[in-house]
């Protein structure tokens, strides 16, 4: 596949397997013939508007058939796809418009409207008006593989995101790298769970097209709720799964309260994990269940200028007994991982050093940032070896004896405590030690006047009891106090239901230093006291109130998500209400209306008709391909 464009390799599938089906959807299914097809039509309408060879052209445009033709359409034209994610805020999309001056939009017309006005640049809907083509098929530009593909943005230390600049090439040679590794080919079922403004999202959609795959599309409702995402997986018989550590700790959750009722077992060969630091116990209650056969569990780093994925680990179960490490590998065959002191000289194998990248996978660097662009791509010689381009990180690793990389976290995640420079992940690591801790992240809050300090927040585990959650504070100030010298310690610790996460799957430490800022919710009545006589809504708000720890309860037709809850928080939500009412809701009984009113109606029809057994479904089409 290498030396060709995306589009190219894709027509040769086309050509291969017309009829089978490439996109599966909310909205519907396209054969490889139907995309193809209108994907060269819109290519053709991007033309006459003005696209060629090099135009940056946003895509606009929600989960579904048609955000996968308009990544499709926009390289067929010749242009690079700038994603404009429609659920950002509109100063968000205003901000990568103004950063990226798209003369042209692909969208949607529900996508399109939220756009900011006065754009100044013309919407191309990615189906013409009437549903037709509205335009003959164009044949795709001819570019060479050196050519732009698209443009992800990224968040920047000023505070404004800066856009990445990734070939053709650069994607292409990813799989080719990376083939004896994975085996990819037509058989493959891969889901695009992530939001196509995160660079996972190009190994979910060309993972699947550029090697005669199904992609499948899920739906937004479904990321949010572990238990719905587990029955697509099963549905649609998925067989290669993409998540952040943080997304897989609420899915493997879900796996494990499923496990004793699942009608029928996975077909998943492959998991992949990047984004994230990958913390092996996160994944000792699944390798449990499944084992570490089938399927593979396989940790990858990388990062959005060196093309997705640079390194790859297969996590086993011997791994569990060296808890807390993090295993990220040795670089894909086409790549070179450097490990570099402060000053640019290699450090010896044990020692922590700053990753540099090298090889096929770096990219041509940021859109209109040439200083940046110059501190971060940098071309010297390492090693003695002759002079390459080198992407620097600012990630942090070492290399074992046996000539693996551990990964170690940020090195600008330091913070200065009193004078003191911390790495928070040192923190957490001794908080994670007590045995009722599954998650910990350390953040600083400055209580003004410089009185900085630690704040500790902790997920505790499902079976921990209320007693034990009142105590953990103090247990974790005890276990500190035995492990951590002073200026380590955190002053305060907040038990969590769940760490929020970033539209990406990341931790966000920005919300959580916004929640220091705010007392601990009050405590909440139980489910079963006096609110009981006020009807099911106001057990199921007491439910809510209990486990989102707010100073108030949400309103009933205000969405749970909107006001903070978590995967993990709805889940937790979904049990307490299971357990006050003696049912077995999933949540897949709200069809996405996740709000206290909603969840009290589900309650309310199971009770009355607690013999009819409903459980989640898909489509006719996905039943008939088990």
């Not at 984004?275 to 959005?304: C, F, K, Q, S």
Request: with cysteine; net charge negative; charged share 25%.
């Amino acid at each position: 596949m290498n030396g060709r464009c995306l589009h190219e390799i894709f027509a040769d599938r086309e050509r291969e397997v017309p009829e089978r089906t490439a996109v599966t959807a909310p909205d519907g299914e396209l054969t490889y013939a139907e995309l193809g097809a209108r994907a060269r039509a819109l290519a053709a309408r991007l033309t006459e508007a003005g696209v060629s060879p090099g135009t940056l052209v946003g895509l606009c445009a929600h989960r579904g058939t048609e955000l996968v033709v308009g990544v499709l359409g926009i390289l067929m034209a010749g242009g690079a796809y700038v994603p404009l994610d429609p659920d950002y805020p509109p100063a968000r999309l205003g901000h990568l418009l103004d950063d990226t001056k798209v003369p042209v939009v692909a969208a949607t017309d529900r996508a399109a409207r939220a756009l900011p006005d006065g754009t100044g640049a013309e919407i191309v809907p990615i189906t013409a008006p009437g549903g037709g083509h509205g335009a003959p098929e164009t044949t795709p530009a001819a570019l060479g593989d050196d050519s732009l593909a698209y443009v992800i943005h990224t968040s920047g230390s000023t505070g404004q995101p800066k856009g990445v600049l990734v070939e053709h090439r650069n994607v292409v040679r990813l799989f080719t790298s990376s083939a004896e590794v994975f085996g990819f080919g037509p058989q493959d079922v891969w889901t695009l769970f992530h939001s196509v403004s995160f660079d996972f999202s190009v190994w979910e959609i060309w993972g699947a097209l550029l090697h005669g795959g199904r992609l499948v599309v899920v739906p937004q409702e479904t990321t949010r709720i572990p238990a719905d995402l587990l029955a697509l997986l099963a549905a649609e018989r998925v067989t290669v799964l993409s998540q952040t550590p943080s997304a897989f700790r609420q899915l493997a959750a879900a796996d494990e309260a499923a496990a004793a009722r699942r009608d029928e077992d996975l077909a998943l060969r492959l998991v992949v994990f990047g984004g994230e630091r990958l913390d092996v116990r996160e994944v000792a209650g699944w390798l449990d269940r499944h084992g570490d056969e089938r399927p593979r569990l396989v940790n990858m780093y990388g990062i959005t200028e060196t093309c997705v994925h640079v390194t790859h680990r297969e996590i086993r179960t011997a791994d569990l007994r060296e808890p807390g490490h993090s295993p990220i590998g040795v670089p894909l065959p086409d790549l070179d991982v450097w490990l570099l002191d402060a000053e640019g000289c290699p450090v010896p194998d044990g020692k922590p050093g700053e990753i540099w990248v090298s090889g096929a996978g770096v990219t041509r660097g940021y859109l209109n940032r040439p200083e940046l662009t110059a501190e971060r791509f940098v071309t010297c010689s390492l090693g003695g070896a002759p002079a390459v381009r080198c992407y620097r990180s600012g990630d942090l690793a070492v290399r074992t004896a046996e000539g693996e990389l551990r990964y170690l976290g940020r090195n600008d995640d330091q913070l200065k405590v009193r004078g003191y420079r911390i790495e928070p992940h040192e923190v957490e690591e001794c908080l994670l030690g007590h045995p009722a801790v599954t998650a910990a992240v350390v953040v600083d809050h400055d209580h003004g006047d410089g009185d900085v300090r630690l704040a500790a927040f902790v997920v505790p585990g499902s079976e921990t009891g209320a007693a034990d959650r009142d105590a953990l504070p103090e247990r974790l100030a005890e276990l500190a106090a035995t492990v951590l010298p002073r200026h380590l310690r955190p002053a305060e610790y907040r038990v969590a239901d769940a760490i929020p996460l970033t539209p990406q799957g990341k931790t966000d430490r920005a919300a959580l230093r916004r929640l220091l800022e705010h007392p601990p919710g009050e405590a909440r009545p139980s489910a079963g006291g006096p609110q009981e006589a006020e009807g099911t809504r106001a057990v199921v708000s007491a439910v809510v109130g209990e486990v989102l720890g707010n100073a108030r309860t949400p309103g009933p037709d205000t969405d749970l998500f909107e006001v903070g809850a978590t995967s993990l928080a709805f889940v937790r939500i979904i049990a307490g209400v299971n357990e006050h009412f003696g049912l077995e809701l999933t949540g897949s009984e709200l069809d996405g209306e996740a709000t206290i009113a909603r969840i009290a109606a589900s309650v309310e029809e199971r009770v009355a008709h607690r013999a009819d057994g409903r459980t989640t479904t898909h489509d006719t089409t996905a039943k008939e391909r088990k």
